[in-house]
């Protein structure tokens, strides 16, 4: 018998129904296997096992009810014995369970002598469950979440149209940080309301408003992704958000972020709430408690701050070797002293001893400078990390949005010949910097005995450069305004064949009967092709070199058939991006060129560039409006490259939370000294309970000692993290240009991500020294004071 909660167990009973409902779930499992359904209730059971779905489903089995009764009778279930019979165990095994817990019979001594005194305030007005609580906590959650949804599709689609049509919405990205600090501020608030309320922490209220109320959006929003049904229905309207979330790759990883995040801060506001309010009264003052905390744990002491900063810049072994010969010097002076001291004062000699011992550092405040050290180790780790991929990021970025467009916009089928008067109505959306028409289709290149497949592109050598870097990363020795004037390339043969300059026998060649040349002038000026450095390498041509151009688009008809189109062209310039996709699979010609050798009457789309990038999905929207949508559309660089960037954005995010695991290695060191801090303090916090400090006040301190260690960690790492970050971009490290395409190692330290870190770190010492700090508030003056 539990005589706490006054329940009688008879295990008897429990352990022979929770065997019977196994059996019962066994036939349950082969009467599906025999039908072969697992594949259909697969999502049933699991949506039955989590939060009101279990009440759904038995609503939807009620709604079928109806239907079943009209089924010919003549329709038989495979394996329905066992459906029977493992139903009937499955629910036989649970009454049974049921039966084996029963609540303690009254005792039979009759009541106490206290029976019927006045009782403890505090244990007068205790409450075992709070449905306003209930309310606060799952109807705050509910309400953070569908604000989070609502706010951002209203602020990404702007909530209607602009003057003249111009869209007035947000970039996505801020659209999202407005919203999440909104929503997160809501979860706050509705958690400090419910423990204000309780006077308590009252985590079953907490749990069973999470579970019921707010896991149910974040499980419709992962079916969405796997229902077709679902994702016709809701889909559309939820756009915004799946647009956000699909920038990871994985959606999923984002909506499960999301709801964490809002869970914790729902956590931290029923914290907050029962510190603040849990006293009776609010009680918003910190200012003793902060002092008591200070002189407790005695974090921000110089020694200790510059001796972990000495460790975080320098590595361990150095400033402990430092630190340890510093200290023996200073403990043999001290000893020396007080020997000879003692030849004359004993007393005194004893005196100094004893001070000498006071100063030598307890087992609390070792660990309170290993949690220290932990913290500060895991926040410049994550700094490092973090700048280091962004700055690969950034320069990844930089090169694909040089080589290609912010925004395309085309046809859903077929070219587009108009493409004049598009160029003049895109050019009225604000935020469209440049815009230039392109044709790009797969092709072959050939150069003697090399050949390889490609994507040529028919560009516009005038605007180009107003979208494009390609005039920016021409190398020297040819030019882009070749395209235009290609008899001004100079021919050449190739590196291989005879020198430079010798005449080409090809275009020199005489016929032995006329004597005269066998092409005219016109074929000896071929047009111009821009080839990347890969490229011209792996052909091994260089300026003024032939190569021949196959293009199954345009293809002519032969005696035998259709025949792939081939044209030549001499190599007019050569492009060096840094990207080694980019320079060995792309070539440009000129637009009109290309438009002959594909057999098309004009460009395929129009690329642009704009003032934002990280506005080019709304500004992407604005011109598909401008030209009244359908059939033109436009795509901006974050749907067109979606897959390396979303890449990228989750191997990121996946090693930031690798790396904070450091940090919550570092938050179970500061658990075990707090709890010391609890132990070691157990009558001081008697005292202060007998002199009237609330429980409130108690974890106010010792909550107080965790975010100090927090603190004082997190800025450790954060100045140690920069300078190595400092270090690194001044420095830096040297890559092989060959195989990374850099020669260093690129650092970009983002102000909101290095502050992240900090947060993150904050947060994760905050919630550590939670438990902590509730341990010591329930100590009782009895208790502490009974042993003095």
Same mark, same amino acid.
């Given at each position: 018998m539990n005589a706490e909660r006054q329940t009688v167990y008879r295990w008897s009973l429990i352990w022979s129904g929770a065997l019977v409902a196994l059996v019962g779930a066994v036939l349950l499992g082969l009467a599906i296997t025999r039908a072969d359904a697992w594949a259909r209730v697969a999502g049933t059971l699991g949506l039955s096992t989590l939060s009101w779905g279990g009440l759904l489903q038995a609503l939807n089995a009620l709604g079928l009810l109806p239907v079943q009764s009209a089924l010919p009778s003549a329709v038989e279930l495979v394996g329905k014995e066992y459906l029977i019979s493992g139903a009937a165990a499955w629910l036989v095994g649970w009454v049974l369970i049921a039966s084996g817990i029963r609540r303690a019979p009254a005792s039979a001594e009759g009541p106490s002598p206290a029976a019927g005194a006045t009782l403890y305030p505090r244990l007068a007005q205790y409450r075992d469950f709070y449905w306003s609580t209930l309310g606060a906590y799952g109807g705050g959650i509910l309400l953070s979440e569908l604000v989070l949804i609502?706010?951002?599709t209203f602020l990404s689609s702007g909530g209607g149209s602009g003057?003249?049509?111009?869209?007035?919405?947000?970039?996505? &990205?801020? *659209?999202?940080?407005?919203?999440? %600090? !909104?929503?997160? =501020?809501?979860?706050?608030?509705?958690?400090?309301?419910?423990?204000?309320?309780?006077?308590?922490?009252?985590?079953?209220?907490?749990?069973?408003?999470?579970i019921y109320l707010g896991l149910p959006v974040p499980i419709l929003l992962t079916l969405m992704e796997q229902l077709p049904d679902l994702q016709l229905s809701l889909g559309y309207r939820l756009r915004e958000v799946?647009?956000?979330?699909?920038?990871?790759?994985?959606?999923v990883i984002g909506y499960w972020l999301v709801f964490s995040l809002l869970v914790l801060m729902l956590v931290l506001g029923i914290n907050t709430g029962f510190i603040a309010a849990g006293s009776g009264r609010l009680d918003l003052r910190l200012g003793f408690e902060l002092f008591v905390a200070r002189r407790h744990v005695g974090v921000f002491r110089p020694s200790l701050l510059l001796? &972990?900063? *000495?460790?975080?810049?320098?590595? %361990? !072994?150095?400033? =402990?070797?430092?630190?340890?010969?510093?200290?023996?010097?200073?403990?043999?002076?001290?000893?020396?002293?007080?020997?000879?001291l003692g030849l004359k004062d004993p007393l005194a000699a004893a005196s100094a001893l004893n001070r000498l011992k006071l100063?030598?550092?307890?087992?609390?405040?070792?660990?309170?400078?290993?949690?220290?050290?932990g913290v500060g180790v895991g926040v410049m780790a994550l700094i490092i990390v973090l700048s280091v991929m962004s700055g690969f990021e950034e320069d990844l970025q930089k090169k694909i949005l040089g080589a290609h467009s912010h925004v395309v916009v085309s046809k859903y089928a077929g070219q587009l010949p108009e493409y004049k008067r598009l160029m003049e109505q895109i050019a009225k959306v604000p935020g469209v910097q440049g815009q230039t028409p392109s044709i790009d289709n797969p092709v072959m290149v050939l150069a003697d005995d090399e050949v390889q497949g490609i994507v040529l592109k028919g560009i516009d050598p005038e605007t180009v450069g107003s979208v494009l870097d390609l005039r920016q990363n021409m190398l020297p020795g040819g030019s882009l305004d070749h395209l235009e004037q290609p008899q001004k390339i100079a021919p050449?043969?190739?590196?291989?064949?005879?020198?430079?300059?010798?005449?080409?026998?090809?275009?020199?060649?005489?016929?032995p009967i006329i004597g005269k040349s066998t092409k005219s002038a016109s074929d000896k000026v071929l047009p111009g092709i821009i080839l990347g450095r890969e490229l011209a390498s792996i052909l091994r041509v260089v300026v003024g070199d032939r190569v021949n151009v196959i293009s199954p688009q345009g293809a002519e008809l032969g005696p035998a058939g259709l025949i792939p189109k081939s044209r030549a062209f001499r190599v007019a310039g050569i492009f060096y991006s840094g990207m080694y996709e980019y320079d060995a699979k792309f070539a440009y010609i000129l637009l009109?060129?290309?438009?002959?050798?594909?057999?098309t009457d004009g460009p395929s789309g129009i690329e642009l560039k704009v003032a934002d990038v990280d506005d080019a999905r709304r500004i992407s929207q604005a011109v598909s409006r401008e030209l009244g949508g359908y059939p033109y559309r436009s795509r901006d660089w974050g749907e067109i490259h979606r897959n390396i960037f979303s890449a990228l954005r989750l191997e990121k995010l996946v090693m930031g939370i690798i790396l904070s695991i450091i940090i919550v290695v570092a938050a179970g060191l500061i658990v075990a000294t707090v709890i010391m801090l609890v132990l070691e303090k157990r009558k001081e916090i008697a005292v202060l309970k007998a002199l009237g400090v609330s429980d409130g006040g108690i974890v106010k301190i010792f909550l107080a000692e965790g975010l100090q260690i927090g603190v004082a960690g997190g800025l450790l790492g954060l100045l140690s993290g920069l300078a190595w970050c400092y270090f690194i971009l001044k420095v830096g490290i040297k890559l092989d240009p060959s195989v990374y395409y850099i020669p260093s190692l690129p650092v970009k330290i983002e102000p909101v991500q290095t502050a992240l870190a900090v947060v993150i770190a904050v947060l994760v010492t905050y919630l550590a020294s939670i438990y902590p700090a509730l341990k010591?508030?329930?100590?009782?003056?009895v208790e502490g004071l009974k042993a003095e």
């Open positions: 609502l706010l951002q003057a003249a049509g111009e869209s007035s919405g947000l970039a996505p &990205t801020v *659209a999202f940080a407005v919203s999440l %600090i !909104v929503s997160s =501020l809501v979860a706050f608030a509705c958690g400090f309301v419910g423990a204000s309320r309780a006077r308590r922490v009252a985590m079953p209220e907490a749990t069973i408003g999470v799946t647009y956000l979330a699909d920038m990871l790759g994985r959606p001796g &972990t900063l *000495a460790v975080l810049m320098f590595g %361990i !072994v150095p400033p =402990l070797i430092v630190y340890g010969i510093i200290r023996a010097v200073e403990a043999a002076v001290e000893r020396t002293r007080i020997r000879a100063r030598e550092q307890s087992p609390t405040m070792m660990m309170t400078a290993l949690s220290v050290g050449r043969r190739t590196m291989f064949g005879k020198q430079p300059d010798a005449p080409e026998e090809e275009d020199e060649a005489e016929d009109s060129e290309a438009e002959k050798l594909f057999g010591a508030s329930s100590v009782e003056p």
